[in-house]
């Protein structure tokens, strides 16, 4: 949507409790937060899948351009068409790609180049960034935009309940093509989607403190 150029009175957010709670509440719910890389196959309903990505839609952007597209995959075949191509790409990292650092820094993930995820999840979200508005006129801080909205994405299925994990295969040209992307579309991030596998483990990890990652001046 465009900007109209006329304004209209702001509707405010006043949530049902002081800000203090209201933010510790929200903070509670995210802290729990973890990627996952083991999913269940249990079904996740369209709808909550569409409210999300609409939750992912109301974020800010520059110029109001909003230069995302959310392709939502749930068909089997090309899940298994993704995941071909994505370990693909991964091999190559892994082997060549990657540097011995980098590889050190993975290594107490447990990842490699088996994704098994992105065929058991139930859905795989795949996030595009436009180079070009819909009318193909310019965009603005593109990378800030859809890494924005990316938050509200992962937030949103969050807050619903579901696990998410954050996958970036590189090179990712494969699924511009697999999916049928535009010429200005370039992909971003592909999520996997989904409940957590019964017995799902995570690495044990700590994040940094708040006083070390915020500065009071």
Known sequence: MSISGTHIPHIHYTPETPPEEASRRFYEIMRLRRSVRSFSDR?????????????????PSGAHKQPWRFVAVSDPAMKRQIREAAEAEEREFYSRRA?????????????????PF????????????????????????????????????IAALHHAGLATLTHTPSPMGFLTKLLGRGEHERPFLLLPVGYPAQGCTVPDLTRKPLDEIMVRI
């Open 99 to 115: 540097g011995k650092e980098w590889l050190a820094d993975l290594e107490p993930l447990g990842t490699n180049a088996n994704k």
């Open 118 to 153: 992105l065929e058991t999840a139930p859905w795989l979200i795949v996030v595009f960034k436009m180079m070009k508005a819909g009318d193909a006129t310019q965009v603005y801080y593109v990378n800030e935009s859809v890494g924005i909205a990316t938050g509200f994405l």
């Open 43 to 59: 079904p996740v309903p369209e709808e909550v899948i569409r409210l999300a990505i609409a939750s992912a839609g109301t974020a």
